[in-house]
């Protein structure tokens, strides 16, 4: 195959893990890292929905009154602004890996002028 031959193919494996219309293991990153996102929005309501309100029962009356969701609030929307900031990065680590694993095994296997 030779060292230019499996140059192309970590290219072209790259390429295929980033296409957006097929799935792979870069799109499920990304997709993943999306939905750690909207989990970390979704974290403060459910303690709105769960603590103990000024009555003794379940929920809070006013969940903007309580210090401790508002905090929540703030702290969680930047993890999910971050988490969507990142996800395009993740599907790009995860192609570039996979693609450096599959260079490595053609490599280890011969199929390289530089192989191991």
């Known amino acids: 195959m030779g060292a ?5 193919e970590a290219l072209k494996t790259t390429g295929d893990q980033l296409n957006p219309f097929s ?4 799109t499920g990153a990304e997709l993943a890292t999306k939905a750690a996102g909207a989990a ?3 974290r403060p309501w459910l303690y709105a929905a769960t603590a103990t309100n000024t009555h003794g029962g379940t929920g ?3 969940p903007w009154c309580s210090s401790t969701f508002r905090g929540m609030v703030g702290e969680y929307s930047g993890y999910a602004t971050k988490f ?13 890996g996979n693609a ?3 260079e490595y095994q053609l490599a280890k296997q011969g199929q390289c002028a530089a192989s191991f």
Request: with cysteine.
């Open 84 to 96: 969507n900031e990142a996800a395009p990065l993740i599907g790009l680590v995860y192609a570039e």
């Open 4 to 8: 230019r031959g499996v140059l192309l």
């Open 100 to 102: 450096l694993a599959q």
């Open 23 to 26: 799935p792979s293991g870069a």
């Open 60 to 62: 809070l009356i006013c």
């Open 40 to 42: 970390a929005v979704v």
